[in-house]
C-alpha cells in the first residue's frame, strides 16, 4: 500500500449489519483507499451476537464488494481514536439519518477532534433508501415476526430470525 493510501475507519456495534451499513460502506469507499470497517465488542449495548459473529456477518454481505478500496472487517474493543490511529486511519466515516442522530454524532465528532485532532470525521448522509433502517428496529421487528428481508440481506436475515427463535 503506497503511504499516500488514504484509510477510513467505518466504526460500528453492526447488530446486526444491515443494507444500510453497507450503503455507507460502497459509497466510502469512493473517498478512501482502505476502508476498515470496525466491529466494536461494546457489551454495554447488549448486543444479539457477538463481536465475532457481527465480523462475519459483515465479512459474508461484503464478499461480493468489487469497489475502488480494500475493505478490512476488524474487532476493536478500546477506545475508536485509538483503534483509528492503530489503523493509520486519516478519517472516521459515520453515516448519518434524519435529525435524530445529528446531535449524538456532533457530539462524538467533537470528542474525537479533543482525544486526536490529526484523524476527521467524515458524515455521509443515508441514502433516500436507507434513511430509516436501524439495527433495532430490525432486530424488533424480526422479534415481532416482521418481515426483515427488505432491510438486510438473505444471510443476515437467517440468522436474525434463528437467532431470536
Known amino acids: 500500500m503506497p503511504k499516500s493510501a488514504r484509510i477510513g475507519v467505518y ?3 453492526f447488530d446486526p449489519f444491515t443494507n444500510g451499513h453497507r450503503d455507507i460502506i460502497v ?7 482502505v476502508l476498515v470497517v470496525g466491529v466494536a465488542q461494546n457489551i454495554g449495548k447488549e448486543p444479539l451476537f457477538t463481536a465475532d459473529e457481527r465480523a462475519a456477518m459483515a465479512t459474508t454481505d461484503l464478499a461480493g464488494y468489487d ?8 474487532i476493536f474493543d478500546n477506545l475508536l481514536m485509538d483503534f483509528a490511529a492503530e489503523q493509520k486511519a486519516d478519517c472516521i466515516v ?6 435524530s442522530d445529528f446531535e449524538y454524532e456532533f457530539q462524538m465528532a467533537a470528542m474525537n477532534a479533543r482525544l486526536n485532532d490529526e484523524i476527521e470525521t467524515i458524515f455521509l448522509m443515508a441514502s433516500e433508501r436507507n434513511l430509516f433502517i436501524a439495527s433495532r428496529l430490525v432486530k424488533e421487528i424480526g422479534r415481532l415476526g416482521g ?11 437467517h440468522r436474525v430470525l434463528d437467532r431470536l427463535g
Open 94 to 99: 459515520r453515516g448519518l439519518r434524519p435529525v
Open 147 to 157: 418481515d426483515i428481508s427488505s432491510f438486510v440481506s438473505p444471510q443476515v436475515a
Open 27 to 33: 459509497r466510502a469507499s469512493k473517498i478512501c483507499d
Open 67 to 74: 469497489g475502488p478500496a480494500e475493505i478490512r472487517v476488524e
Open 11 to 13: 466504526p460500528g456495534t
